[in-house]
């Protein structure tokens, strides 16, 4: 990547922190659609390029973070002089492997969000960002010795907390943003519950409520976690419990038909899920309303 950019090499062969600045995308059309074998961090304001993460475009007009992991797919096109600056970091699995981060690390759920749920940052919080890449720069080039692999992973962790810290803040700032995108979810299902989806294509996962909405999964669950207290998941199921309540009540189905309504392949299944949300069977709920 250093030769692609026209950069010197790396300080460290696992690690590298690039200031955009120094980065153009005139040097390889390898740009035009590339997917990285490392983890990207990225502090960035402007943009010197037409970008595109997967099928999603975007800019960077404002001072934001995105976090990508390897094996996604860019493309940089119509390349322009435009000023940039702020921080590229990047970094092997190998670097975390052999630390508890190295486990942990699917855990930081951003790095699974799409490119428009990027980390938008105040003027304090990009002070910290920005700080901590320098402290990670300088280093990077201080000679390798038995501390060094320590100290950077250290500092990565500690940037991935702050993060962290964020993204829920920024759940929050955003909730009219957040509330809307709960009230269409919530449409979604009752369109969905309400029709012959389940019978058709089953019940309704994550990754399709995701799509529909334009969002990527993770981030539709850590907002949903951040907003209402549960994932996408549990919410997916207390609509599906609130619908069977329903037809169980109002309706002359048998339970194996609501089921099958409701997208299950098996009736066990759905009375399995049913007593673990109310504690009683199906048959038990409709027989304490008759």
């Known amino acids: 990547?250093?030769?692609?950019?026209?950069?010197?090499?790396p300080d460290h062969p696992l690690m590298s922190v690039i200031d955009f600045e120094l980065l153009s995308y005139a040097h390889s059309d390898v740009w035009n659609s590339f997917s990285n074998n490392f983890y990207c961090i990225t502090l960035k304001k402007g943009s010197n390029g037409f970008f595109k993460y997967g099928q999603r475009d975007y800019d960077f007009k404002e001072g934001m973070m995105s976090f990508t992991k390897p094996g996604q797919v860019f493309s940089v096109t119509t390349v322009n002089d435009n000023p940039v600056n702020g921080y590229m970091l990047v970094f092997k699995s190998e670097l975390i492997r052999p630390y508890p981060?190295?486990?942990?690390?699917?855990?930081?759920?951003?790095?699974?969000?799409?490119?428009a749920e990027a980390l938008?940052?105040?003027?304090?919080?990009?002070?910290?960002?920005?700080?901590?890449?320098?402290?990670?720069?300088?280093?990077?080039?201080?000679?390798?010795?038995?501390?060094?692999?320590?100290?950077?992973?250290s500092h990565l962790e500690l940037l991935l907390n702050y993060s962290n810290r964020f993204y829920n803040r920024q759940f929050l700032t955003r909730k009219a943003t957040n509330i809307d995108l709960v009230s269409r979810m919530e449409r979604l299902l009752n369109i969905y519950f309400s029709s012959d989806s389940g019978l058709i294509s089953g019940l309704p996962t994550v990754h399709y409520v995701a799509s529909q909405l334009n969002v990527?999964?993770?981030?539709?669950?850590?907002?949903?976690?951040?907003?209402?207290?549960?994932?996408?998941?549990?919410y997916i199921h207390q609509h599906l419990i609130e619908k069977a309540k329903e037809l169980l009540t109002?309706?002359?189905?048998?339970?194996?038909?609501?089921?099958?309504?409701?997208?299950?392949?098996?009736?066990?299944?759905?009375?399995?899920?049913?007593k673990k949300a109310t504690q009683q069977t199906p048959g038990a709920f409709r027989q304490s309303f008759n």
């Open 1 to 9: 990547m250093h030769q692609l950019f026209a950069l010197p090499k």
């Open 101 to 115: 981060l190295g486990m942990n690390i699917s855990g930081y759920g951003f790095f699974d969000y799409q490119i």
């Open 120 to 153: 938008h940052l105040s003027f304090r919080e990009e002070k910290t960002i920005s700080s901590l890449l320098k402290q990670m720069q300088e280093e990077l080039k201080n000679n390798i010795d038995l501390y060094s692999q320590d100290v950077l992973v």
């Open 216 to 234: 990527s999964p993770n981030y539709l669950s850590d907002l949903l976690r951040s907003s209402i207290g549960i994932n996408a998941q549990q």
């Open 250 to 274: 109002t309706s002359g189905m048998t339970v194996s038909e609501i089921a099958s309504h409701l997208g299950f392949e098996y009736s066990q299944s759905f009375s399995k899920l049913f």
